[in-house]
């Protein structure tokens, strides 16, 4: 059985992007492209309503680009209980509300059952620092958060 996976918003935005000038972002750029290349159908693919918003704002030309890249992907919808779990992140401060959307994506991810949430948000997602609490938070709410990673973490062996 396949391990399901949440491709967050920077996934696609990553892969649709120009090619950066940053040397971090663009070795990020390159990282994604491999994992989409070469790992991603080792894994079902799941992305959200909120991701199909973020995905389609900004530049008409990136966002077809980065539309048409998560075209044919499960949407998972954000309801009552996924907002539930999101107010919990904000309300313990473990993501600030200004990064609602944040919360959200864990929320969807952790309600939905997948096994890991993809991406480069290591601010408010895959963090180190409050990846453990996360945990633990929403383990006392009865769920199981799913692995936080980036696609360097899912290149497999």
């Known amino acids: 059985m396949r391990e399901k996976v949440y491709l967050e918003t920077t996934i696609a935005s990553y892969l649709a992007a120009r090619p950066s000038r940053d040397v971090v972002v663009s070795a990020h750029q390159e990282l994604t492209y491999e994992w989409w290349e070469t790992q991603r159908e080792r894994f079902d693919l799941f992305v959200s309503d909120l991701v199909l918003q973020e995905a389609s704002r900004g530049d008409a030309s ?5 539309t048409e890249l998560l075209k044919g992907i499960p949407v998972l919808q954000a309801g009552d209980e996924e907002n539930q779990i999101a107010g919990r ?11 609602t959307a944040d919360a959200l994506h864990v ?11 993809l991406t480069w948000n290591c ?13 633990t938070l929403l383990g006392e709410l009865g769920y199981r958060m799913p692995t936080l990673c980036t696609p360097e973490q899912l290149m497999g062996s």
Do not use: Y
């Open 123 to 135: 601010r408010h997602i895959a963090n180190a620092e409050i990846s453990k609490r996360m945990e």
């Open 62 to 66: 990136a966002a077809a680009r980065r």
């Open 89 to 99: 992140l904000i309300r313990t401060g473990l993501i600030p509300r200004r990064a």
């Open 107 to 117: 929320a969807i991810a952790t309600a939905h059952g997948l096994e890991l949430l």
